[in-house]
């Protein structure tokens, strides 16, 4: 198995200087991670980086509290698809699913879908935050809303993913949706426990060390 071919090679805090994004798609380039996960304001710059790499670019929007109009997140990944993102990581509104606005947070969902065409969405639902019952209403709403992954989480959280969750994700999934697991993994025995569960994509700021190992 191709270990870093799981693997977003993510920089995503908020002191990252253009300096800081070079360096990270070089490192993608020279260990073949599958892609670089950043923030929007770098898309052109990663995208240039990675001219005929193979190294895919995701871009992170609403991010990453979530809470952005959904016209602004529209906007953003709009942005990033017309700047050569290949996949958009967007932060669910949290405050719309724990108040049982279902059908809004589905909608956010499928409005970024359609403008993003055959870009790859990943729903982040930030599971730290979430009971059981909202991680698997979050989950299925992604499912119906034609999401092509589910993310356990941003890293900006309380707490990163968790086997218990990733377990949670996969039942409400299966087979229809595909998984990335991100927030504090940071060994290789970890990441691949997490592949052996099913989850497709790693979201890791320690690709580096867990490819060493």
Known sequence: MNLEQYIDHTLLKP????SDIVDLCVE???????????NSCYVPLAKKELAGSGVKLAAVIGFPLGAMATDSKVSEATYCIEHGADEIDMVINLGWLKSGRFEKVKNEIKNIKDAIGNGILKIIIETCYLTDIEKRKACALALEAKADFVKTSTGFGTHGATLEDVQLMKEVVGDAMKIKASGGIKDKTTALRYIEMGVSRIGTSSGIAISAQ
Do not use: S
């Not at 002191?15 to 253009?18: N, V």
């Not at 993608?28 to 950043?38: E, N």
């Open 15 to 18: 002191t990252a200087r253009p």
């Open 28 to 38: 993608a380039k020279t260990h073949q991670f599958y892609a670089v996960c950043i």
